[in-house]
T-cell receptor, first 114, second 113 residues
Framework: GAGVSQTPSNKVTEKGKYVELRCDPI?????LYWYRQSLGQGPEFLIY????????DSGLPNDRFFAVRPEGSVSTLKIQRTERGDSAVYLC????????????FGPGTRLTVL | SQKIEQNSEALNIQEGKTATLTCNYT??????LQWYRQDPGRGPVFLLL?????KEKRKERLKVTFDTTLKQSLFHITASQPADSATYLC????????????FGSGTQLTVLP
């Protein structure tokens, strides 16, 4: 079946602009995660959804970052007033839910803030 | 705070040899540890999971050990092939279901033909 998909694959924006990054998880997966990865580093956790609710948003760096998953499937990560330091690859992962430990990652969205 | 350290430098080995990658962690006691492979421009791919009560786990040419006393996991690839070249990430994880992953910075492995 289809894996996790993310759009766009690349996004270039200017400092101060608003961006939305989309994630389509594997069908039926109730858990969804957002991570951010900088060059030479491992992915860094941002937020975790179980169904429609954000079960853990402790990784969001500040209030410019927000994510939603209104119907428990597709999720959107929203970044307001982007800064150059937001440039990174944003990864989405999903897993079947409680009891499932491994995560299935999408290819990521490379965000560049000029 | 929790700290995870993987081989600090890239690892180059000759085809056919065994590659051994190290993951050390401090200041917490993970219930399990996962290893992922990441190729350039792609997301990580799950390889193996080992629980704290397991000493060793194998899958084809892969072997993982987990020493909770040393706070260390070793990841072995036997009979390595150039196609094994990638970055390998470890993620020691606390107990609880559907947990966020905290990754090490990864080890870049190159298998030379």
């Amino acid at each position: 079946g289809a894996g996790v998909s993310q759009t766009p694959s690349n996004k270039v924006t200017e400092k101060g602009k608003y961006v939305e990054l989309r994630c389509d998880p594997i069908s039926g997966h109730t858990a969804l995660y957002w991570y951010r990865q900088s060059l030479g580093q491992g992915p860094e956790f941002l937020i975790y959804f179980q169904g429609t609710g954000a079960a853990d948003d402790s990784g969001l760096p500040n209030d410019r970052f927000f994510a939603v998953r209104p119907e428990g499937s597709v999720s959107t990560l929203k970044i307001q007033r982007t800064e150059r330091g937001d440039s990174a690859v944003y990864l989405c992962a999903s897993s079947p839910g409680t009891g499932a430990l491994e995560q299935y990652f999408g290819p990521g969205t490379r965000l560049t803030v000029l | 705070s929790q700290k995870i350290e993987q081989n600090s430098e890239a690892l180059n080995i000759q085809e056919g040899k065994t590659a051994t990658l190290t993951c050390n962690y401090t200041n917490y006691s993970p219930a399990y540890l996962q290893w992922y492979r990441q190729d350039p421009g792609r997301g990580p791919v799950f390889l193996l999971l080992i629980r704290e009560n397991e000493k060793e786990k194998r899958k084809e040419r892969l072997k993982v050990t987990f020493d909770t006393t040393l706070k260390q996991s070793l990841f072995h690839i036997t009979a390595s092939q150039p196609a094994d070249s990638a970055t390998y990430l470890c993620a020691p994880t606390l107990s609880g279901s559907a947990r966020q992953l905290t990754f090490g910075s990864g080890t870049q492995l190159t298998v030379l033909p």
